[in-house]
T-cell receptor
Framework: GAVVSQHPSWVICKSGTSVKIECRSL??????MFWYRQFPKQSLMLMAT?????????EQGVEKDKFLINHASLTLSTLTVTSAHPEDSSFYIC????????????FGSGTQLSVL | RKEVEQDPGPFNVPEGATVAFNCTYS??????FFWYRQDCRKEPKLLMS???SGNEDGRFTAQLNRASQYISLLIRDSKLSDSATYLC??????????FGSGTRLLVRP
């Protein structure tokens, strides 16, 4: 099956620093990628939809200036958490689908972010 | 009201038991439904799609009741390795996957 590679798996950083998370589709081209965030014992919450070559679409309540998404190629999307604070500590996970009509999502392995 | 609701559990069952999870969704226009499994701090993995006619995959059976907007997952002959969080997932509007908060299953020896 299709593979989505996400790294890093774990990040520990100081408050105020920025953290970049990468998501790559290894054997297919992903025109759309989705970024989710999951707090402990809660569901995955969609943060934004990343579209290759255009601006990301953010969900209500997600600060676009804080969570910068770049989808510069068909195989790479990045999420940068700018000026991270302890409340940003969470599990971030990306996903992609093979086409705009495909229902099955392929997930990256996730990034656990801890902001001290 | 949440778009997808699940009983959070945990369900604590002995090996070999049969356990059922339920899920309700609020958007009557939803067309596609899935059960995913998620282990702690891991990505969700697709367990099975859910069809109106019901479908079975080994020890797992999924059912959909559109009239009641209700989805179920039945696990027979539980194994220790079945311990995980089971996520009810619905394709919402604008082609977005909506995840339930998950039901935690603990299978004990």
């Amino acid at each position: 099956g299709a593979v989505v590679s996400q790294h890093p798996s774990w990040v520990i950083c100081k408050s105020g620093t920025s953290v970049k998370i990468e998501c790559r589709s290894l054997d297919f081209q992903a025109t759309t990628m989705f970024w989710y965030r999951q707090f402990p014992k809660q569901s995955l919450m969609l943060m934004a939809t990343s579209n290759e070559g255009s601006k990301a679409t953010y969900e209500q309540g997600v600060e676009k200036d804080k969570f910068l998404i770049n989808h510069a190629s068909l195989t790479l999307s990045t999420l940068t958490v700018t000026s991270a604070h302890p409340e940003d500590s969470s599990f971030y996970i990306c996903s992609a689908r093979l086409s705009s009509l495909a229902e099955k999502l392929f997930f990256g392995s996730g990034t656990q972010l801890s902001v001290l | 009201r949440k778009e997808v609701e699940q009983d959070p559990g945990p369900f604590n069952v002995p090996e070999g038991a049969t356990v059922a999870f339920n899920c309700t969704y609020s958007n009557s226009a939803s067309q596609s439904f899935f059960w995913y499994r998620q282990d702690c701090r891991k990505e969700p993995k697709l367990l099975m799609s859910v069809y109106s006619s019901g479908n079975e995959d080994g020890r797992f059976t999924a059912q959909l009741n559109r009239a009641s907007q209700y989805i179920s997952l039945l696990i027979r002959d539980s194994k220790l390795s079945d311990s995980a969080t089971y996520l009810c997932v619905v394709w919402g509007s604008s082609y977005k996957l909506i995840f339930g908060s998950g039901t935690r299953l603990l299978v004990r020896p």
